[in-house]
């Protein structure tokens, strides 16, 4: 008889049980004693100029730029003790409580834009979804926990560079579907205790081309620079039709891309027609956010 009333209770605590995915981890917890809002972005550092007249940057919420936040804190001995994951459909989206035992944590923080969690596998590497990189941002630092309730506002910096095409042509043949881009140098992992990325791998993008195909028309990747001034030593753009044919290629190397800024390559990809040269537009900066700190404009 007691041997059949524990295999009753060892059933009725197997019902009770929820397996929990990543995406699925809780993010309030009944004895929470610490909060992270995770509310905005830091833009690189204004012009000193702008610095002197006392120029400051709106805030942002993170929540209106990214889908996805992923969260990993790791003890001082850097195991991994708790990881959350959200999504915008999530009430709490950008509010995370937690339970923790006193002591001094490391805290992951990664916002993204990919169609899956990113996994956050130490302070030294992050990778996403079949190394697809989106607009990301992060926080790294240290998570000091008390016996009281701790609140934190944490301000997000943004890890990514961005490579930005801009057609002149006046037309665009018809049979072209989409643009496959392909480009090396930069990179898909990355260390959010160096704040750059930390591998050097090859990226395969592909864009759909509207239905309408105009003059001015643009496209936008993303990839982890090395360090501060990187280049993407070879970028390979291809119009395709809707069976992969090549339509018409182009190659651009030595590609500058640095951390929160834009390279925009401006030009007429078939030929015919809009700007033709290699001078430079200039520089100019975007001053209100969620802008990025500066678009660096080229000529193809």
Known sequence: MKQFMFI?????LAACEKPILDDEEMTVTKDANVILHMTQYETSPLPPLQRARGTTRAATNITDLCTRLNIAIFSADGTKVKTVA????????????????????RLVVIAH??????TITSEEKVTFPNNKVTDTFYYDGDLVVTSDVQSYNLTLTRAVAMF???????EIPSNVSKFKFYYVG??????????YGCVNSKQTEVRSAPADIVSGMSFDIYTLPHTEEDVLTKLTVTALDANDNTVKERVFEN??????QITRYTGS????????GGSSDGTFRMTADPDWDSVNGYRF
């Open 86 to 105: 959200q999504k915008d459909t999530d009430s709490d989206f950008g509010t995370v409580a937690l339970s923790l035992a006193a002591g001094t944590y």
């Open 113 to 118: 834009n990919c169609d899956g969690s990113a």
């Open 8 to 12: 009753i209770l060892a059933l009725l």
């Open 186 to 195: 930069g990179s898909s992992t990355f260390s959010p205790k160096a704040g």
């Open 269 to 276: 990809f078939f030929g015919n027609g809009g700007s033709e």
């Open 255 to 260: 590609v500058p891309v640095t951390r929160n």
């Open 164 to 170: 930005r095409l801009v057609l002149t042509d006046e």
